[in-house]
């Protein structure tokens, strides 16, 4: 039974790819979005797993103007499920970091994430149904030592959507926060992140983190931490003292050749 409309970023690969999977094998219309052209070999590896109604926009929602091209290409539809997974990391200490790069973070998981949410949101708002899946992490619950910027990001994102949720909460518009762990992707590459532990360690299946995610949503929940090992650590994240916490996270992601 078709389900409507529903809008995934960061969708290429990874995390996203596997939430629009998840979307088209449940009877969703996708409209899939990244700032690359592997989007395209994307929408391709959906079909030919069977989905059908897959429409693809490249654009880069750090910016306005990307907003607005994702936002045009809804072509006046409702959607029925906004996924908001678009979001980059940034390894290293933050003053080695260059600052172009810092600020990109800022914008994509944070600016670009909230206009988009800020306008598929008001329109469920008025029509009284709808959901939202954030990609936020278990990250946000640390203080990020080598990935400073990133882990604040994600803190935003994780208190966003509780604080959104209960602004909804007298309709049918649902929040839910997905907060995954290290999570076999392209992230760590693209974070330069290899030379750390946790980029070198053993990561959760993408396919497994996105179905946890998915049923989250489609259940109405307020969120979900995927993998037990995470919710151990989430646990343990409201217990130990902020500044230990951030030692732990110094020795998870310095650069071994700076340790």
Same mark, same amino acid.
Not at 67 to 79: C, E, M, N, P, S
């Given at each position: 039974?078709?389900?409507?409309?529903?809008?995934?970023?960061?969708?290429?690969?990874?995390?996203?790819? $596997?939430?629009?999977?998840?979307?088209?094998?449940?009877?969703?219309?996708?409209?899939?979005?990244? *700032?690359?052209? $592997?989007?395209?070999?994307?929408?391709?590896?959906?079909?030919?797993?069977?989905?059908?109604?897959?429409?693809?926009?490249?654009?880069?929602?750090?910016?306005? $103007?990307?907003?607005?091209?994702?936002?045009?290409?809804?072509?006046?539809?409702?959607?029925?499920?906004?996924?908001?997974?678009?979001?980059?990391?940034?390894?290293?200490?933050?003053?080695?970091?260059?600052?172009?790069?810092?600020?990109?973070?800022? *914008?994509?998981?944070?600016?670009?994430?909230?206009?988009?949410?800020?306008?598929?949101?008001?329109?469920?708002?008025?029509?009284?149904?709808?959901?939202?899946?954030?990609?936020?992490?278990?990250?946000?619950?640390?203080?990020?030592?080598?990935?400073?910027?990133?882990?604040?990001?994600?803190?935003?994102?994780?208190?966003?959507?509780?604080?959104?949720?209960?602004?909804?909460?007298?309709?049918?518009?649902?929040?839910?926060?997905?907060?995954?762990?290290?999570?076999?992707?392209?992230?760590?590459?693209?974070?330069?992140?290899?030379?750390?532990?946790?980029?070198?360690? $053993?990561?959760? *299946?993408?396919?497994?983190?996105?179905?946890?995610?998915?049923?989250?949503?489609?259940?109405?929940?307020?969120?979900?931490?995927?993998?037990?090992?995470?919710?151990?650590?989430?646990?343990?994240?409201?217990?130990?003292?902020?500044?230990?916490?951030?030692?732990?996270?110094?020795?998870?992601?310095?650069?071994?050749?700076?340790?």
């Amino acid at each position: 039974m078709a389900k409507g409309l529903a809008v995934v970023t960061g969708a290429s690969s990874g995390i996203g790819l $596997e939430l629009a999977r998840c979307c088209a094998q449940d009877g969703y219309t996708l409209l899939i979005c990244s *700032d690359t052209a $592997e989007i395209e070999t994307a929408a391709a590896d959906l079909r030919a797993d069977g989905a059908t109604g897959v429409e693809t926009v490249q654009a880069d929602l750090a910016t306005p $103007e990307g907003i607005d091209k994702l936002v045009a290409a809804f072509r006046g539809r409702q959607v029925e499920a906004l996924l908001a997974n678009a979001g980059i990391g940034l390894g290293e200490a933050f003053l080695d970091q260059d600052l172009d790069r810092a600020l990109k973070v800022v *914008d994509l998981n944070v600016r670009g994430t909230i206009a988009l949410i800020h306008h598929v949101g008001r329109e469920m708002r008025a029509r009284n149904s709808g959901r939202i899946l954030i990609t936020g992490s278990i990250a946000g619950f640390m203080p990020g030592s080598f990935q400073a910027v990133y882990n604040g990001s994600k803190a935003f994102l994780d208190s966003f959507s509780l604080a959104l949720r209960n602004e909804l909460k007298d309709t049918e518009v649902t929040v839910t926060c997905l907060m995954p762990g290290p999570t076999e992707t392209d992230f760590f590459e693209t974070a330069g992140m290899e030379d750390t532990k946790v980029g070198q360690a $053993e990561k959760a *299946d993408p396919a497994k983190v996105a179905r946890d995610g998915y049923k989250a949503m489609q259940s109405g929940s307020s969120g979900v931490v995927s993998g037990l090992m995470n919710k151990v650590q989430a646990a343990f994240a409201g217990i130990i003292p902020d500044t230990v916490l951030a030692q732990m996270h110094r020795r998870m992601a310095e650069p071994k050749q700076n340790a």
